[in-house]
């Protein structure tokens, strides 16, 4: 019978349900760690200033209207977000082997490499393991093999390097590898330099095909460049690749759903034909892209001045992460608690996997109400001078 009334109920969201559990506590110092988006140190969500700036001269811009984009995006948003990532002078970009389509943010830019690796490319994609919790829901929605490589070593709190280099090099030649360039969710553990040319070597021993997801370009290090260094020895090397992008984090245009999906190909034909597949995919989801949050993007990466002050309050984010860090680390020595906690300061981006078990989680939501992840996952954004004493006291209470 096909009745409505035999449709199952889907599972709720975990992270989602997280901040519905939050939002009913009435507890007035309840502290949420799930929330994967920058709040500021009074717990607020934070406009970038910039971002204002550029909203302003787009209100008074006279040649703004609402007509559609075209199918790839708006150019000048595409051009300077290839920029971004591959840097300004990426010999790639002046040899026309780069394409760039504009996304539904960083989900919708892995959801149209997702649809197009199933049609085009018959291997694999090898996710690591932990990842962002929607990688397996994208990849498998879209009919992909989902493989896993460690990602996670428990012993050390830290990278398990010399296993995802073992699967590497076991998994099938011409693999569909999925990597963080940097800020890795959920761990906030990422390769060094030098690891990451060792995974280029082998990547190519093996013609594996990387796929680069970069939801965090600036947000991780403060330092746009920095944060892209993977991506760019990765295009230096050779290699075709598939890099999205999100402006949510960097920008804070989590809503307005900004985007990018580039194509690394060995000429300007392949690139082409890349970008009009997606064009050809988006058409049939959802037709086109969602113009606001692009034009405020392209504004503020096209113009010298905002650029400039972008770059200051990407500093100001991610340098609070940061200092929480160090804060949380701080009270941890000072009550002795047991166990090693360098983890946390060694850890980059919004997120730290702490190591608590859950058990422990469920103490923290209970006794304490603390809301983070059942993997022991936070989002050290939810932590500000307000609030992080108290959270530490309440790590040192249930790991004793
Ligand atoms: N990829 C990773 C690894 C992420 O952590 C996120 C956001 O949490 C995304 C992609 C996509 O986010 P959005 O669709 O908001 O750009």
């Known amino acids: 019978d096909n009745s409505l009334q035999n449709v199952p109920l889907a599972p709720p969201d975990a992270i989602l349900n997280l901040s519905a559990l939050y939002k009913a506590d009435t507890d007035p110092h309840k502290i949420n760690l799930g929330v994967g988006a920058y709040r500021d140190n009074d717990g607020k969500p934070w406009i970038l200033p910039v971002v204002k700036k550029a909203e302003e001269l787009i ?30 002078d990426s010999p790639a970009i002046k040899e026309k ?12 830019a892995c959801r149209i490499a997702a649809d197009f690796l199933a049609r085009h490319r018959k291997a694999p994609i090898y996710i690591s393991n932990p990842s962002w919790a929607n990688h397996q829901a994208i990849f498998t929605d879209a009919g992909l093999e989902i493989k896993y490589y460690q990602y996670w070593d428990p012993q050390t709190r830290g990278l398990a390097f010399a296993s995802l280099i073992e699967t590497f090099k076991s998994a099938p030649e011409g693999s569909i590898i999925l990597l963080h360039p940097c800020a890795h969710n959920p761990t906030g553990v990422d390769p060094t330099f030098e690891q990451w040319k060792i995974i280029a070597d082998v990547l190519k021993s093996k ?11 600036g947000f991780a290090s403060g330092d746009l460049d ?19 992008q999100s402006f949510a984090k960097n920008m804070g245009l989590y809503g307005e759903r900004c985007g990018a999906l580039n194509v690394v190909a060995k000429t300007e034909e392949s690139a082409k034909k890349a970008v009009s597949q997606w064009c050809k ?30 770059t200051e309050e990407l500093k100001t984010m991610s340098y609070r992460i940061i200092n929480m860090r160090d804060e949380l680390f ?9 166990g090693t906690w360098n983890h946390v300061v060694d850890q980059i981006g919004m997120f730290s996997y702490t190591g608590l078990n859950l058990n422990q989680v469920n103490t923290l939501k209970e006794k304490f109400h603390v809301y983070l992840t059942d993997n022991g996952r936070i989002s050290m954004a939810g932590l500000n001078t307000g609030n992080v004493r108290k959270f530490a006291e309440a790590v040192d209470w249930v790991v004793r």
Not at 69 to 88: E, H, N, R, V, Y
Not at 281 to 310: F, M
Not at 330 to 338: A, S, V
Request: glycine residues 8%.
């Open 226 to 244: 920095r944060d892209a260094q993977a991506v760019r020895y990765f295009v230096e090397q050779g290699f075709e690749m598939l890099v999205t």
């Open 207 to 217: 013609n594996h095909f990387p796929f680069f997801d970069c939801a965090y370009q």
């Open 59 to 88: 209100l008074h811009d006279p040649n703004v209207d609402h007509e559609y984009l075209p199918t790839a995006g708006l150019q000048s948003f595409t051009d300077a977000s290839a920029k971004l990532i591959f840097g300004a």
């Open 281 to 310: 995919i988006s058409r049939a989801a959802y037709s086109t892209a969602p113009s606001y949050g692009a034009r405020i993007a392209s504004t503020v990466l096209n113009n010298p001045e905002l650029y400039q002050q972008w």
């Open 97 to 108: 082997r780069v394409g760039t389509f504009q996304t539904i943010s960083g989900t919708g």
């Open 330 to 338: 701080k009270h941890l020595q000072e009550l002795g608690t047991p």
